[in-house]
């Protein structure tokens, strides 16, 4: 059952839900004292162990769900209920082609009723088991005696031996069928059934096609495994892996298809970044009396309070100024610098964000109260796709806020720097830049058309601290993260 | 670890039971969790909307046990000396002074300074050693000669140090005092934790490990109900499902902040006190302060109440 176990925690890591080797330990050690009997029980006390927030609690309750398929316990249950209802079916195939033998009727009637009858199945097991071969290879003897579950566990066993929880993408579920198969051992039973054809004999015909007749069946059942394993172990992994590709993807060569998934990358880093920054979010208030250091420092005073301590007081309060270009030459990618600067908003504590074609408008407020959709599609209606004014923008900065400038600040600039021939203004930049504890540039073409055409960043670029090319979602990873390292 | 009345934790449904005859109606998911904290000695991290009855929970593990409940509340600049321990400073400075005047007494024949500093060694230092130490929650709860509930409420509101600070704690069931040495709990004693969160912010990874994990979501039609009659015996059974349903109703809608259970409890003992026998849209008005806490969310559910009312009364 460990095996198990640990077989169940890869598959809820690859449906994202963060298992730490210490908690399949506390896992396995719960599972000793809850027990398998209980599944509901058992559901739950999993839940608690290993998932630790609500959203993780539901994808835990469906991974259970599809992971210890309910069938499958039900079947070791009642396993002797099966057994015979198995026997009935191919009791009934005896009846039909054995028309000759004695407890035709009787078996016949057996099989007609249907499966589910114990009693009569047993009884015809009995009556068959003189008439008809057995057969000799170990899958024959499997599929013609063995229960249900017994099937179930060696094709599970099978599975686990042919790795089947590696299949990573949709076409290789033929494969890993045949490959379940083979492991189950196919070939003997393959063999046996050509043998027991070219024999001749009555009763090795209807073996043979008995036995092709299960085998069938069990093919069947494999390929439904291995689908289910396909849903548990590649459907995820496969979402990673397009999301990984998505990373490296230039951001304008997106589709519009992608934006979903775009969108939920951009929030899966988000949220990383605020794991590992939000931390330095606070902003601490005025040290208190350290009554302990003050005490220990002045003993050597006579115990007189004479050198007074203060806690520690940390005043860290970054400021993040995030200006976006949301004009008509960078229109592929000012959905993505919105969305980068909505992210942004939620790890930092004081963003204020700006978007500009021309005229420089905040959108702090907007980002603030509304989900990401509303205040993209609002920011790019109330200022989106006019041709570009860089000069213009600067000057409206200056006018508006340049006096909210302080040697705290670091002012992000999202855009290609691509200014019509218009004014640069660089000047203004530079007064920013004078002013600031960091400038940075985000640009999303490549370094090498920087400066041709209309491109302003040979201007711009020395009155940056930073200026770097953004232009996948990885860039933005990187570039979010060292900022957040450097600003905090 | 071993309580007095281990067998109450014997199996989730006799917790359940146990629970109940306390007036606190759990699903077997709670019950799940209090068993599996007791058997594997892990603390249980409850998360959960406002009022659902988090903090209410480890009370009534206190009170079903028999134990004794200490209670550390949580808040922003929460530290070590408001949570684990904290130096008597003014009998540490008393001592410094007796200690003064009995020098001459210790150094009596003490001949230079390295023998007098010999001799100060000998006499013993008690400045930093239990005597002056002022057990505060934490040390108190790992010190206690009989096991205890152990309630560190809202621990989201304090800052990411003390989380760390609850680190150890949590994972080995011992504390360490610099001065002292390892704190640990005695055997067989250890404190059954619970620690509550409203999520204003994610908890850490590493607290998170060293917890079992129980979200307590809004009941539903069924529990609720239960856990009013439990709570509220002397409401009718008619009234008590019809505002029920309208509380269900309005979790609903959108609002900056829906009712929990305990605005569903307060809103049925107001339902008492005004002797009302079924809700009506003009009761339902005069009321709606008690369950909704926000003057923009009684202004958009005035303009449903008929509505929302009528369905609650049609459905019972």
């Not at chain 1, 495994?225 to 396909?230: A, N």
């Not at chain 2, 209090?34 to 988090?54: R, S």
Request: with cysteine.
């Amino acid at each position: 059952m460990d095996r198990t176990l640990v077989d169940f925690v890869k598959v809820l890591r690859t449906a994202e839900i963060k298992v730490s080797p210490a908690e399949t330990l506390d896992a396995m050690e719960c599972m000793n004292i809850v027990g398998y009997e209980d599944r509901t029980f058992l559901k739950n006390s999993l839940a608690v162990v290993l998932a630790k927030n609500p959203e993780e609690k539901d994808a835990f309750y469906d991974c259970f769900d599809r992971f210890f398929a309910p069938e499958e316990f039900s079947r070791s249950e009642d396993s002797d209920d099966s057994e015979n209802t198995d026997h009935n079916d191919f009791d009934d195939n005896d009846g039909d082609f054995n028309p000759n033998e004695g407890n035709n009727q009787q078996s016949g009637k057996g099989g007609g009723q249907g499966g589910g009858q114990g009693g009569g199945g047993e009884q015809e097991e009995e009556l068959n088991e003189e008439t008809t071969l057995q057969p000799t290879s170990e899958l024959g003897k499997l599929l013609m005696t063995g229960s249900k579950t017994e099937q179930t566990i060696a094709m599970m066993e099978a599975g686990r031996e042919v790795e089947v929880n590696q299949i990573v993408v949709f076409t290789q579920k033929g494969l890993y069928t045949r490959k379940i198969m083979d492991a189950m051992g196919l070939k003997g039973l393959q063999e046996e059934v050509s043998e027991l054809q070219g024999h001749g004999g009555l009763p090795q015909r209807i073996l043979a096609k008995n036995l092709k007749k299960a085998r069938d069946l069990l093919r069947e059942k494999v390929r439904d495994y291995v689908e289910k394993q396909f849903f548990l172990h590649a459907d995820e992994s496969g979402k990673q892996l397009r999301e990984e590709l998505l990373k490296k993807v230039k951001l304008s060569n997106l589709e519009k298809r992608n934006f979903k998934d775009v969108q939920e990358v951009v929030f899966k880093m988000a949220k990383k970044l605020i794991a590992i920054h939000s931390k330095r979010r606070k902003t601490f208030k005025r040290g208190q009396l350290d009554v302990r250091k003050t005490l220990r420092h002045n003993m050597q005073y006579d115990g007189m309070f004479f050198d007074i301590k203060w806690k520690a007081s940390k005043v860290d309060r970054p400021k993040v100024m995030c200006i976006c270009d949301v004009s008509g030459s960078v229109s592929n990618y000012s959905r993505f610098l919105l969305m980068f600067l909505f992210s942004l908003a939620e790890i930092l504590p004081k963003v204020r964000s700006f978007a500009f074609s021309s005229d420089l408008g905040e959108v702090t407020k907007l980002f603030e109260h509304s989900t990401l959709e509303e205040a993209m599609a609002r920011t790019m209606r109330d200022y989106g796709n006019g041709s570009t004014d860089y000069g213009r923008m600067l000057m409206d900065f200056k006018n508006h806020c340049i006096d909210d400038v302080n040697n705290k600040t670091t002012i992000i600039i999202l855009g290609d720097a691509r200014n019509n021939y218009g004014d640069p203004q660089a000047e203004i930049l530079k007064e920013m830049y004078d002013k600031a504890k960091r400038v940075i540039w985000l640009n999303p073409e490549p370094k090498s058309s920087w400066t041709v055409g209309d491109a302003e960043m040979k201007k711009y670029a020395p009155c940056c601290h930073q200026t770097e090319v953004c232009n996948s979602l990885m860039h933005l990873e990187r570039v979010v993260g060292n900022l957040l390292k450097s600003v905090t | 670890m071993t309580l007095k009345n281990e067998e109450k934790l014997a199996s989730v449904e006799v917790i359940q039971e146990s629970f109940e005859k306390l007036h606190y109606i759990c699903n077997p998911q709670i019950a799940t969790a209090v068993f599996l904290a007791y058997h594997l000695e892990k603390p249980i991290l409850i998360e959960g909307p406002p009022g659902v009855g988090k903090t209410e929970l480890a009370k009534t593990a206190a009170e079903m046990l028999e134990l004794e409940c200490i209670r550390l509340q949580c808040y922003e600049g929460l530290d070590e000396s408001k949570a684990i321990y904290e130096w008597k400073y003014g009998k540490q400075l008393l001592y410094t002074q007796v200690l003064k005047e009995t020098l001459n007494e210790i150094l009596e024949g003490a001949k230079g300074l390295s023998q007098s500093v010999d001799k100060l060694h000998e006499f013993g230092d008690i400045f930093f050693s239990e005597e002056f130490l002022e057990p505060r929650p934490l040390l108190k709860a790992l010190r206690n000669d009989d096991s205890c509930v152990l309630l560190i409420d809202e621990v989201d509101k304090s800052d990411h140090e003390f989380e760390s600070l609850l680190l150890e704690m949590l994972s080995d069931f011992q504390l360490s005092i610099p001065e002292i040495g390892t704190v640990k709990a005695i055997e067989n004693r250890k404190p059954l934790v619970f620690l509550t969160s409203n999520n204003t912010r994610e908890i850490s990874d590493a607290l998170k490990r060293r917890c079992l994990h129980l979200y307590i979501p809004f009941p539903d039609v069924d529990l609720e109900r239960k856990i009013v009659q439990a709570r509220v015996p002397e409401i009718a059974e008619k009234l008590r499902n019809q505002m029920v349903t309208f509380i269900q109703e309005l979790r609903d809608l959108d609002l900056k902040k829906v009712p929990a259970i305990s605005e569903t409890i307060d809103w049925a003992r107001t339902l008492i006190l005004l002797h009302s026998e079924s809700l009506d849209p003009d009761l339902v008005r005069q009321t709606l302060n008690v369950i909704l806490k926000f003057q923009e969310d009684i202004e958009s559910v005035e303009a449903e109440l008929q509505s929302v009312t009528n369905k609650a009364l049609k459905e019972n």
